[in-house]
Antibody, heavy 121, light 108 residues
Framework: EVLLVESGGSLVKPGGSLRLSCAASGFNLSRYTMDWVRQAPGRGLEWVSSISTRSTYIYYAESLKGRFTISRDNARNSLYLQMDSLRVEDTAIYYC??????????????WGQGTLVTVSS | DIQMTQSPVSLSASVGDRVTITCRASQTINIFLNWYQQKSGKAPNLLIYGASNLQSGVPSRFSGSGSGTDFTLTITNLQPEDFATYYCQQTYNTRPWTFGQGTKVEIK
């Protein structure tokens, strides 16, 4: 079974840091671009960041303004998101997703169960 | 960035109904449009990719259509387990991949 399991979410004060992890199983992580997507409480979905198979291409949402860093360890079948200078508005569930691609485009499947990050004083 | 607008924001329907949700892109996105279903408290789940391709394991009562800027998700014979929020997503050209604001399908 293809599975993504996030961890690392917690309560953190504004200005603090947090590192999220995503453990992949059931497939070879090294063959896929991976992404993070977040969802603020009661809100919609927001793409956060992408990283290509060998970390050659990395993208971030403009709103993050260099505060987040995505990385991966293919040998450990793991994806990470380092979050620095956290703000109240970063409060959200963070999902790890596998990106699929074909001539029909790119899409996200599967999604992890999510990990909750709460930024509050 | 490409803006995605879904309509309606919410709708009420009964079991057995046919439901249509639309998604409009702020510029042409060819067929690079996906649909996801999110049930309360759960992660989203892929339904349709490439505008009209049904993801494996998804019931055939779900279908997608459209190209360019206008897209539709149709659910025929609505079932109790279909009450959820639905999101469209564009993956045209380059990031950022953007989502619609969501459409909540509620029980009438």
């Amino acid at each position: 079974e293809v599975l993504l399991v996030e961890s690392g979410g917690s309560l953190v004060k504004p200005g603090g840091s947090l590192r999220l992890s995503c453990a992949a199983s059931g497939f070879n992580l090294s063959r896929y671009t991976m992404d993070w997507v977040r969802q603020a409480p009661g809100r919609g979905l927001e793409w956060v960041s992408s990283i290509s198979t060998r970390s050659t291409y990395i993208y971030y949402a403009e709103s993050l303004k260099g505060r987040f860093t995505i990385s991966r360890d293919n040998a450990r079948n793991s994806l990470y998101l380092q979050m620095d200078s956290l703000r109240v508005e970063d409060t959200a569930i963070y999902y790890c997703v596998r990106e699929r691609v074909s001539t029909s485009g790119n899409w996200f499947d599967p999604w992890g169960q999510g990990t909750l990050v709460t930024v509050s004083s | 960035d490409i803006q995605m607008t879904q309509s309606p924001v919410s709708l009420s329907a009964s079991v057995g109904d046919r439901v249509t949700i639309t998604c409009r892109a702020s510029q042409t996105i060819n067929i690079f449009l996906n649909w996801y279903q999110q049930k309360s408290g759960k992660a989203p789940n892929l339904l349709i990719y490439g505008a009209s391709n049904l993801q494996s394991g998804v019931p055939s009562r779900f279908s997608g259509s459209g190209s360019g800027t206008d897209f539709t998700l149709t659910i025929t014979n609505l079932q109790p387990e279909d009450f959820a929020t639905y999101y469209c997503q564009q993956t045209y050209n380059t990031r950022p991949w953007t989502f619609g604001q969501g459409t909540k399908v509620e029980i009438k």
